[in-house]
């Protein structure tokens, strides 16, 4: 069994989410103490712990420690990753419902599917908008395009905004597993970004009075080629209803669902950008 401590580095939550990845892509068993210890509140939060079970879930693993705020792990996977058709809920975690990132959830469970043949489907539900994790933007306009140069095929829909506190958001993910495995995984190389191409911004409102989202959309021109009157011009607005999403420069589309009552009481705003090696900045 391989030793694991879980305060290394920064001591947060990616030395588990890698972890238990690799356990699961391997089959090597782990056992991870002094899980978070560089957080306020230290052990696995809901998120983490939806993590555990859905990486549990994918490889039949045996698991010693989830639960929430258990600061010591052993993980025994028994049986290669299974492609198929999952759900995982952050909210299954602590009564009430959370905003658990599904960005972080998926982060777990993508590559032991993606590097197995066959297909699998998920639904994730959580927090796709909330802070200290990548938002549903970076994961579909960002991540995955990325992965997809190195061979990992998969595609994210953004069906529900979920936002901080009450989360209730949900993703759907779809993945090709590579019919060689972890063998079909290619290696990347970016040693150079290249000019800026295009921005756009998106502002959205859930709960709140419209004229904030509005208020919101202008923003990401500040500081930017197009606010600087480089060249850059600005794209039709995408809509101006209960959710309004601006384009600040040609770029492809960005599909995302209507705000509904409920999803949460926040609101999101960002940018992006793409340069000429064909990848997108998205904070």
Known sequence: MLEIDGSHGEG????LRTSLSLAALTGQAIHITRIRAGRSKPGLAPQHLAGVLAAATICQAQVEGARLRSTELVFRPQAPPQPGNYVFD???????????????????????????????????????HVPWSPSYE???HVYLPTLAAMGVRAIARLDRWGF?????????????GHPQG???????????????????????????????????????LQGTPLHQGQ?????????????????????????????????????HGGQGGQVDVGHVLVG
């Open 12 to 15: 947060g939550g990616q030395i």
């Open 90 to 128: 952050v909210a299954e975690a602590i009564r009430g419902g959370s905003a658990g990132s599904v960005s972080l959830l998926l982060q777990t469970v993508l590559l032991p599917l993606a590097l197995t043949p066959g297909r699998s489907h998920l639904i994730l539900r959580g927090g796709t």
């Open 138 to 140: 970076y994961v579909a």
């Open 164 to 176: 901080y506190p009450r989360g209730g958001g949900q993703v759907t993910v779809d993945i090709i």
């Open 182 to 220: 972890r063998a079909g995984l290619e290696p990347l190389t970016l040693v150079e970004r290249g000019p800026l191409q295009r921005v756009w911004g998106q502002a959205v409102a859930c709960d709140l009075p419209s004229h904030i989202a509005q208020r919101m959309a202008p923003h990401p």
């Open 231 to 267: 060249g850059l011009q600005p794209g039709p607005p995408l809509g101006m209803a209960d959710d309004v999403h601006r384009h600040l420069a040609p770029a492809p589309r960005i599909e995302a669902p209507p705000v509904q009552p409920g999803d949460g009481s926040d609101a």
